[in-house]
């Protein structure tokens, strides 16, 4: 087997990787719409490059140590985006958490004010 073909086989099983994880985390409510999205355009690029000749020319100027390095460099790159994009979805979920809570508060807070307004006779300016 030529190192060509080998590069092309291992881009197109990264992509079908890629998407098959970001498909599992987006159902595990690990990742969010936009970078789930985000994350199966770039499967589905590495799945393109790995198939049409014309996106994959440059796999026969590889020479074996630069494949070996460019898949562990690329596959440590992409484990890091994947960990910053989980960070991101988390921090991300968490604040919209942290938004309804505040709205449900300042429900309370409106209706609290209402209670008091009601007892004492005063209206809100005067409290």
Do not use: D
């Not at 020479?63 to 790159?77: E, K, Q, S």
């Not at 989980?86 to 409106?110: D, G, H, R, T």
Request: aromatic content about 8%.
């Amino acid at each position: 087997m030529s190192i060509a073909f080998l590069a092309k086989i291992g881009l197109i099983m990264t992509g079908v990787i890629v998407m098959v994880l970001t498909f599992l985390l987006h159902s595990a409510k690990k990742l969010t719409v936009n970078l789930a999205v985000a994350w199966e355009a770039i499967g589905i690029g590495l799945i393109l490059v790995g198939t049409v000749p014309f996106f994959s020319s440059w796999c026969y100027l590889l020479a074996r140590g630069t494949m070996i390095a460019m898949f562990l460099v690329g596959g440590l790159t992409i484990w890091g985006g994947f960990e910053l994009s989980i960070l991101i979805s988390s921090l991300a979920m968490k604040n919209q958490e942290l938004a309804m809570q505040v709205s449900l508060l300042n429900q309370e807070n409106e209706r609290i004010l209402e209670e008091l307004c009601k007892l004492t006779g005063k209206s809100r300016r005067e409290l």
